[in-house]
């Protein structure tokens, strides 16, 4: 799991995981990028993440992934993402393509669902909590 300040640079991180796993023999490398949509008048997206707890998640992710003979990659922005530029990464390789395909669909969906990140719009330079754009944990929140 990489964490970086601002915006992601694809093509780097990318380019790295592909060098990392270039002698493991995986026939599958399937990657996902989120990319910050513009709408609702924002200029940015911010990103506030409760480090420990993401770190446990993903933990258990690579232990799945491995029980698969896979692996999970994901790297994600903290702070001011602006629209057009990516805040999110993540990549699966595998040595079977069916393995990698629903593996990085079931690991998109519940990082989505779990992952303790909270979204803010930005608008005119403003960070205000992005209710709409975020998705309740189960088991947070003041009255859980």
């Known amino acids: 799991m990489e964490l970086y300040q ?74 001011d993402v602006p629209v057009h530029s990516s805040s999110y990464i993540s990549a699966v390789f595998s040595p079977k393509r069916r393995v990698a395909l629903e593996l990085i669909d079931t690991f998109v969906e519940d990082f989505k669902a779990n992952a303790p990140i909270w979204k803010y719009d930005v608008i005119n330079g403003e960070r205000m909590y992005a209710e709409n754009r975020s998705t309740p944990m189960d088991g947070s929140g003041l009255l859980a």
């Open 6 to 79: 601002g915006s992601l640079d694809t093509k780097e991180i990318f380019g790295r995981w592909l060098d990392e796993q270039a002698s493991s023999n995986y026939g599958a490398y399937i990657p996902f990028v989120g990319t910050i949509r513009a709408e609702d008048g924002i200029e940015a997206l911010s990103f506030d993440i409760y480090e420990p707890v993401l770190q446990a998640w993903f933990d258990r992710w690579q232990e799945k992934a491995q029980a698969l003979g896979a692996v999970v990659k994901m790297a994600h922005a903290l702070g």
